[in-house]
């Protein structure tokens, strides 16, 4: 009895780029919103603000082919946020970051999914643009004459595999446009934000570094009632002329501590030079948010923070029963002037 072979049905996958001026996390979550009203199958990476899709089950509810869907998907990103994108498409992972990676702000390249298409596009490929292939790799390969991808999936695999040992079979499979990998669908990282419009144009910059530190607070207060943590800080300043700056850091280990987010907090305010500066409201957000019992802390000798946090708690429990506002630390609170 013969056992059927296995139908290949080809996959359309789309790498696609978001090129914003400005950054933040509301954004990236918009223009996944807008991605997800093509596709369901949306993996978000946020760290350079891209994401894969699996178009395969959208062509035919769009009635389009993959090049039509790709326009549609990036006519919608400009059209509702005023986002200019780039995007590769092709039958797996590999090839349409490939195709990503090569195409400009504004443009898209799509690969075809018949052997030929996919064997006209990969060839000529210089070895470094397959994934996996790092500057190190590359110059072993070079050092055996193997400079492309063509070159990689020429190779006989026993000699491959004596050259590059185990990662032999992966890079060449995907030189050979063989890639299994599947997206996988993930939700965007969440955040946390806050925020105060002064009644008028401020320029104390010990107001700036006060309202920063309220701020830095209040965050911490609901980041621990939330059992979440964070991972980083943007602060953004508004200006009177309706500008604004905006600067992120990555925090030295994820937290909910009130130190550790306003002394971040503060150092953002500190580095903008605000001197002379009319802000008309400052924002902060806490980036990145994931549970709390993920968090890692790094142990040491000194038990001046293990003090803070017992304090930290205890000021929790006084706004929790008074309200917010009713405890916090002296130098977020407006100076009183005495006549």
């Given at each position: 009895m013969s056992s059927t072979p296995p139908v290949y049905r080809p996959r359309a996958i789309v790498r696609i780029h978001f090129h914003a001026q400005q950054r933040s996390e509301e954004l990236f979550a918009q223009l996944l919103d807008v991605l997800g009203g093509i596709s369901p199958?949306?993996?978000?990476?946020?760290?350079?603000?891209?994401?894969?899709?699996?178009?395969?089950?959208?062509?035919?509810?769009?009635?389009?082919?993959?090049e039509g869907l790709v326009a549609v998907i990036r006519l919608r990103l400009l059209a509702l946020h005023g986002v200019q994108s780039s995007a590769g498409a092709g039958p797996t992972r590999s090839i349409a970051a490939m195709a990503a990676a090569l195409t400009p702000p504004g443009a898209a390249?799509?690969?075809?999914?018949?052997?030929?298409?996919?064997?006209?596009?990969?060839?000529?490929?210089?070895?470094?643009?397959?994934p996996g292939v790092g500057p190190k790799t590359a110059k072993t390969l070079a050092r055996y004459g193997i400079t492309t991808a063509g070159d990689v999936a020429d190779t006989t695999p026993a000699t491959l595999q004596r050259i590059l040992g185990s990662a032999a079979r992966q890079i060449?499979?995907?030189?050979?446009?063989i890639d299994e990998r599947p997206v996988v669908p993930a939700a965007a990282p969440r955040s946390l934000s806050a925020s105060h419009r002064f009644d008028l144009d401020e320029l104390?910059?010990?107001?700036?570094?006060?309202t920063a530190l309220a701020l830095a607070e209040d965050l911490g207060e609901r980041l621990r009632k939330a059992s979440e943590i964070a991972q980083a800080l943007?602060?953004?300043?508004?200006?009177?002329?309706?500008?604004?700056?905006?600067?992120?850091?990555?925090?030295?280990?994820a937290t909910a501590h009130t130190p550790a987010l306003a002394g971040t907090a503060r150092q953002l305010v500190a580095d903008l030079g605000l001197q002379r500066a009319?802000?008309?409201?400052?924002?902060?957000?806490?980036?990145?948010?994931?549970?709390?019992?993920?968090?890692?802390?790094?142990?040491?000798?000194?038990?001046?923070?293990?003090?803070?946090?017992r304090l930290e708690a205890a000021l929790d429990r006084a706004r929790a029963r008074y309200g917010p506002g009713a405890a916090g630390a002296a130098s977020a609170f407006k100076r009183l002037t005495t006549s």
């Open positions: 199958t949306i993996e978000p990476l946020p760290a350079d603000w891209s994401a894969y899709m699996d178009v395969t089950g959208s062509l035919r509810f769009w009635d389009r082919d993959v390249t799509i690969v075809g999914d018949t052997p030929y298409e996919i064997a006209a596009f990969l060839r000529p490929q210089p070895a470094p643009a397959l060449q499979d995907f030189a050979r446009g104390d910059t010990d107001q700036h570094q006060r943007t602060l953004t300043v508004t200006y009177a002329d309706h500008t604004h700056t905006v600067r992120t850091r990555t925090l030295a280990e009319r802000v008309r409201g400052i924002a902060l957000r806490a980036e990145r948010l994931r549970p709390a019992a993920h968090a890692t802390h790094q142990l040491t000798l000194d038990d001046r923070d293990e003090k803070l946090q």
